[in-house]
């Protein structure tokens, strides 16, 4: 008997990237899947073997081998100091109010040498730049939020690219890699606009950081991120950070 469809509550093909990502390295047996929402990703988790804690705001029911635990995103998680290999977070970090204090937890459970995947709408192609140009507000945020019906699923914390880099670089992490969903057809209608974004960009952040070589080599490497493909037309951002090994160790000897 088939089993049944459950509901991945993510632009399309985000599963399908984020799996990739986190299969390819063998060595990340011990997973949180984190909000975990229906349970499709962990669903995905154990049928590959892995060991898997699902959370989530609310419960979504049973899944034969799957732990679930509770959990509110902006608060301590529930577990203890590296206990998984890597920890996933599809689609949930923008709705949260406390975002940095997610990425620190997200850390902490985190053992040295594991990872973290998050995805996000992604409010740093240059499509969504145009739309908060003229409008005020974002191409996965087109308008005010029900501020008289506040829900968990308003994004109340969109993220730039350059943010969550931050978020993860001053938490223990660092971005190994940058990816997208897919690349709609209505996206690229907005290349024209690059070369005057990148020489913009360029020259603020150049200038910027010009008496600083650690700075120069910082911003040059957020110019590359910004203007890589996945985050000039990706529909959603997928970045994958690993904990910094002496990082860990600094903190434990600091402590």
């Not at 040059?220 to 994958?240: C, S």
Request: proline fraction near 6%; charged fraction near 25%; hydrophobic fraction near 40%.
């Amino acid at each position: 008997m088939a089993e049944t469809p459950l509901s991945e509550n993510a632009a399309r093909n985000t599963h399908n990237v984020v799996a990739a990502l986190l299969f390819a390295e063998p060595e990340y047996r011990r997973v949180l899947d984190i909000p975990c929402g229906a349970g499709a990703f962990t669903r995905r988790c154990l049928d590959r073997g892995l060991t898997v804690c699902a959370a989530d705001c609310a419960t979504f029911g049973d899944l034969d081998g799957a732990r679930f635990d509770v959990a509110d995103m902006n608060e301590r998680l529930p577990y203890d100091d590296g206990a998984f290999d890597a920890v996933v977070c599809i689609d949930g970090i923008e709705h949260i109010e406390r975002p940095f204090d997610f990425i620190r937890e997200s850390a902490r459970v985190t053992r040295p040498g594991g990872a973290a995947i998050i995805s996000t709408p992604n409010i740093s192609s240059i499509r969504s730049r145009w739309r908060w140009l003229l409008t005020g507000f974002h191409a996965k945020c087109p308008g005010p939020l029900d501020e008289d019906h506040p829900d968990p699923l308003h994004h109340i914390n969109m993220l730039s690219l350059p943010e969550l880099r931050y978020m993860l670089h001053t938490s223990g992490f660092t971005i190994t890699g940058i990816t997208t969903n897919r690349c709609r057809l209505i996206a690229l209608a907005y290349a024209v606009l690059v070369p005057l974004a990148y020489a913009v960009t360029w020259v603020t952040l150049m200038q910027k950081e010009r008496r600083s070589p650690e700075g120069r080599r910082r911003n040059r490497e957020v110019i590359r991120q910004m203007f890589g493909v996945p985050a000039l037309f990706g529909e959603t951002l997928i970045v994958m950070a690993r904990k910094d090994e002496a990082s860990a160790h600094d903190r434990d000897d600091q402590s």
